[in-house]
Structures are given as C-alpha cells and as structure tokens.
C-alpha cells in the first residue's frame, strides 16, 4: 500500500471517529437536558416570585394567575420540556430572566471574551508546562527538579480564587502594576491596548491554576520517554544531548500530553468561572454565576450544555490530534 | 537495604563534564533524565505521608479547639476593631465586621472540614452503590449505569453543582446533595472494576455453588471485599470535597452565612482585600491550603500503602 492510500484512509478512520463521537454526544446532550430540566422541576423555587420580584406582596391574584399562564407554568411538566427542548432543537434558547436579554444574545456578547481568556490561559498553562516540565526532567533530581516538583505539587492544593486573590492583593495594589479586575478602565472603551492589560492577570492566574498538573504530567512523561529503547539508541549513535531530548524523547513523551489537554477542560471551566467572577470578567463563566445567584433557569440550562459541548469538544479533539499524530493509535475508541 | 549502585552514578555533578573538543563529550557526563533512585524516592513519599499526617492533626486539633475555647461559631464582633491589621490583641488581625480573624478562620476550618467529611462519605456510599451493583449485575443494567457515569463527567462537576445549588438554594443538604451528585462517579468506576474483579475469583464460585442467594453473595461476599477501596476513595475525595464547598461558598452559592466556612469568610473578604487588607485572606487561604495539601499528601499516602499497582487508576 502506498503512501497515499495510507493516509487517505487514515483521514476517512478519522472522520469515522468524529462522526462516531457526534452520535454518542446526542444521547448525552439529551441525558443532560432532561436531568437540568428534572433539577429545575423539582427545586422549590417559583418562577412568579422572580418575575415580581418584592412586588408580589402586593400583586392581586388575578394577576399573578395570569403572568403564570403566560409563562407557560400552569401546563404539566411534559408540555413544558417539550416547549423548552423543542425551543433548544430550533435555535431559541429562551430568555434570561435575570438579564432580561434573550439568552442567545446574552452568549454572543459573552462567549468571545471567554474564548479569548481561555485561551489566554491555555496558552499560558501549556508554555509553562513544555519549559518547566522538560527542564524539570532534563535535570532530574537538581534543584530545579526539586522547586518545579514542589511547588507543581504545592499549587495543586490552592483553588484558583485564592490564587486570584493573592494577585490581585500583590500585583494590582500592591504594587499597582496591573488592573484590579473588569474588562477596561471605568468609563473607557474596549480597544486592543486596555483589554490586553485587563486580561493579563486574570489569564495569568488561570494559565499557572492549570499548569501544576500539566507540569508534572510533561515532566513524568519525559522522564518514561527518556528510558525507552529508542532513546537509548540515539544516544548510542552518539548524539548530543539536546537532539536525544528535544527530537527524540520529547516527541514521544507529548503524545499523552494531548490527551491530557483535553481532558483538563472540565477543569479549565470550573477555573474560568472562578477566575472570570473574581476579575469581574464579563464572560459566560461569570454569568453563570450571575444566573445562579438570580436562579435563571433559561440562562443556566444553556450554560450547562455550552459547558458540556465544550468537555465533549475538547475529548474529541484530543483524540482526533493524537490519531492524526501517531500513527499506531486505533481510532475505533 | 545495601544498595550496590554507588552514589556518585546519579547525582548531578555537571563540574566533572569534560569537554575533549570536537563536539565529543566523555562517557560519564550527566544524561538527561537520569533516574532518581527507588529507595530515596520511596523515603520521600514516606516523609510526605507523614508530614501531611501531622498537619492534618495540627489542622484538627486547631479546628476542634480553639473555636470551642473561645466562640463557638466564630460570631463574636469588636467593633471598636474593625479592619484591624495584625497586633498582639488580634494576631492575625480583624475582618470587615470585627470578627478576630484567627477565631473565624479556624471556626471555618473545622465547618469545611466538617462539610467535606460528610461530603465525601455521601458520594462514597452513592458511588460504592452504583458501582458494585453494575459490576455485580452486569449486562444492560451495567452499559445504562456507566452510560450515566459518563454523562455526569461530561458535565464540569463545578457548574453541575451549582446548578444544584442554585435550584435548592442556602441549605448545608443543597450543598451535600450537590457534591455528591457530581463526585460518586470515580467511586463507582472503582468499586465496580474491583466487583468486575473479584466476581472470577473461586471463593464467589464456591459461595454460589453452596447455595447462596444473589442478594447473600452481594452483602457477604462482594461488599466486604471493596470496603478497602471504598474506604480509601473516600480519603481520596476530602480533598475534593473541601476544594468544591470553598469554590461554592465562595461564589455565594454555598452554605449559609451563619455557618463560616473558609470559602464564606473568603468570599466576604473580597470587598476588604480591595480596600488593601491583604491579611483578610491570608490566614483563611493559608488554612484552606494546608488543609488540601495534607489531606491529598495523607490520602496519596494511604493509597501507595494499600495499593501500589494502581497509582495510576486511582489518582483523582
């Protein structure tokens, strides 16, 4: 077989993949409507008191019957899932009760700053996990090896709002290099400059709340990819020491890196929202608090399943990098 | 134990690299990665489960007794010492609202703690359930079990429980409820790869050839024998389980204001460390941090103790 027909069917393997992977994500986007869906059933929480806010006190009952008729509350749980569902299936995600804005929107102002923050943050984490982690390797048991080690370990004990808050306390007041938190200065626009600024720390505190386990998982990696045979041959070849670590060992020790990636996003999420609500950031993760705080159930269920497309997302393209880079990886997963 | 390799063979002496020229290097130069050797590594695991054991008693005996010597709750307010920095009378300094910060944070120590404890036992008991019956039953029952296993990890555990949270709002149970619900689920690949695992083993034949019923074989025989691992992922999500209560708490989304955890306090203390009160969050991230720390370093211990073919399976 020649080349060619190898990796036309390595790409057509691959589509099977992706194509296999959208079809077990359908039942789980499902599974996770209907168990959101099931939450907000059940909650005590009644969505007439939020529309009236302290003045159902002094609302009239008519009034009130009527504004439940409106919302659609006074049909059974089936007619209102399939409303809600069918609303999803169509491209209406609902309205945001808290932002009164329809929920759509309230994504599309949002989701951009988010991306841009994440990926900030990404970016971040991977750099300082390739440097430090093959550093750490390279000189294994040297003092760096020993700092990068405990401190990976250290950090992986301290949530990212604490690390937040300690930047925010040592970089933005006291020594008032950076902004506190928000997206610009008060009262000024959103150019390139000030939101560059605005996202340094909040990135930073991101990428380094990601980095501890990325850090140690290269170092590790490295560390197996070091002893294996290939490796040995090269050094026997003679040659010099940062061809064998850098073309030889690190290649192979990165493959598990992408994987590793990509299961993080969960992690990566839970990170933005903390990060994106100490920042004052105005991003999805932030409003997911927001809406929680203002129990905005239309708000909340698109988030979560924004959220899980983005863990489905980011598995798929781990799995598909890693069959696109190694060639001996199976792609029926 | 003698070790016959001799010490020199692995340090990082880079001074005794003598470069001969021409790009030729001599043959006892340092080579990246060399590894560390077995023994210290095994000491210096040994010293982490040790060191984080006496932490977490340092961390208990303070949670248990300093808020029962002094308030019970952490609720006595000075108002003549608002937003104090560090001084004799107060040594960690006071918060926003006069509460001596010393007294909170460790009244918020022994409340997390309390929490993720019970946290951690609720998704271990939901878990260890889920687990053993799918590996116990098998069959459809199991592929439906794992199917939503795999659903609640495609959901990041942090927004599922606030989705929890939001709905059942300010009650210690929402907060339980919400952890366990997103963390049984490692618990029950554990448990049911352990049940997977022993259902081969000849002393299950032998129970079931002697005439026990399913449900005996299942609390006689299968139950006993994963209660090890149970017991260890326990351990293993308590540190799980505080990260989670902090992160809510924090948010606001947590327990109620009247029970201080360290996530609360921190929360509160946003607005005062903006005002440049940086020792607002100093003791309470100090606590939640070794707090972490020695109950991972306590649990990693335990689980290399009982199990040292499964580090990696098990790590959370």
């Keep these: 077989m020649s080349a060619g027909t190898a990796s036309r069917g390595r790409g057509r393997a691959v589509l099977g993949l992706v194509g296999r992977r959208l079809a077990l994500a359908v039942p789980v986007f499902g599974l996770v409507s209907v168990g959101v869906f099931a939450l907000g059933a059940i909650s005590p929480f009644d969505p007439v008191y939020q529309y009236y806010g302290s003045r159902i006190f002094t609302a009239d009952e008519a009034d009130v019957a009527r504004v439940r008729a409106e919302l659609g509350l006074d049909d059974g749980l089936l007619a209102q899932f399939g409303r809600w569902a069918g609303g999803l299936l169509s491209g209406d995600l609902g309205t945001s009760r808290s932002l009164r804005q329809p929920v759509a929107q309230v994504l599309a102002e949002r989701l951009p700053w988010t991306l841009l923050l994440v990926c900030a943050g990404l970016a971040v984490a991977v750099l300082l996990a390739l440097v430090f982690g093959v550093w750490a390797a390279w000189r294994q048991g040297g003092w760096l090896d020993r700092v990068v080690t405990a401190v990976g370990h250290g950090l992986e004990g301290v949530p990212p709002f604490v690390l937040a808050l300690g930047a925010i306390a040592v970089f933005a007041l006291g020594l008032r290099w950076l902004p506190v938190a928000g997206l610009t200065d008060a009262g000024a626009a959103a150019s390139p400059g000030q939101v560059a600024r605005h996202l340094v720390l909040p990135a930073l505190v991101l990428g380094v709340s990601q980095s501890p386990w990325l850090v140690l998982h290269v170092r590790q990696s490295l560390l197996t990819a070091l002893a294996e045979d290939h490796v040995t041959g090269a050094r026997a070849r003679g040659l010099a020491e940062h061809v064998v670590v850098l073309r030889h060992a690190l290649p192979t020790a990165l493959l598990p890196f992408v994987t590793v990636l990509g299961a993080r996003v969960p992690e990566l999420v839970t990170g933005a929202v903390l990060v994106e609500e100490v920042f004052s950031w105005p991003g999805v993760a932030a409003a997911v608090v927001r809406a929680a705080l203002a129990v905005d159930f239309p708000l909340l269920a698109a988030l979560t399943l924004l959220a899980t497309a983005a863990v489905l997302l980011g598995s798929l393209l781990a799995d598909v990098a890693t069959a696109l880079l190694d060639p001996r990886v199976a792609t029926d997963g | ?316």
């Excluded at chain 2, 001596?100 to 929490?115: E, I, K, N, P, Q």
């Excluded at chain 2, 490692?186 to 448990?191: H, S």
């Excluded at chain 2, 026990?212 to 025989?221: E, F, G, K």
């Excluded at chain 2, 996530?263 to 070794?290: D, Q």
């Design chain 2, 1 to 316: 134990m003698a070790d016959p390799v001799p010490e020199t063979t692995d340090t990082d002496n880079t001074d005794t690299d003598t470069d001969i020229g021409g790009g030729w290097h001599s043959a006892a130069r340092r080579r990246a990665g060399t590894p560390r050797r077995a023994a210290a590594a095994a000491g210096r695991a040994r010293l982490r489960g040790g060191v984080s054991l006496v932490l977490l008693g340092l961390l208990a005996l303070v949670a248990l007794l300093v808020p029962w010597l002094g308030d019970a709750a952490g609720q006595q307010v000075d108002y003549a010492a608002v937003l104090r920095p560090p001084s004799p009378a107060h040594p960690f300094g006071t918060d926003g609202s006069g509460h001596d910060l010393f007294v909170r944070a460790s009244a918020g120590l022994r409340v997390s703690l309390l929490v993720a404890t019970a946290c951690a036992l609720a998704s271990t008991v939901l878990g260890a359930a889920v687990g053993a019956l799918a590996g116990a039953v098998g069959g459809w029952l199991d592929r439906l079990l794992m199917r939503l296993v795999d659903t609640v990890n495609a959901v990041p555990h942090l927004l599922l429980g606030i989705v929890i949270v939001a709905l059942f709002r300010g009650s210690l149970g929402a907060v339980v409820v919400s952890i366990a619900a997103t963390h049984w689920t490692t618990v029950a690949r554990i448990v049911r790869a352990e049940v997977l695992s022993l259902r081969s083993r000849p002393f299950l034949d032998a129970a079931i050839s002697g005439g026990s019923s399913r449900a005996r074989v299942l609390r006689r025989h299968l139950l006993p024998a994963v209660v090890p691992q149970a017991a260890l992922s326990a351990v293993l999500l308590l540190p799980h389980a505080v990260w989670h209560e902090t992160a809510l708490s924090f948010l606001g989304l947590g327990l109620p204001p009247h029970l201080p955890s360290l996530g609360n306090i921190l929360g509160e203390s946003r607005r005062a460390v903006l005002l440049g009160a940086w020792w607002v969050v100093a003791l309470p991230s100090a606590l939640l941090v070794l707090a972490t720390l020695a109950t991972s370093g306590l649990a990693a211990g335990w689980r290399d103790r009982l199990v040292p073919r499964r580090r990696s399976e098990l790590a959370l």
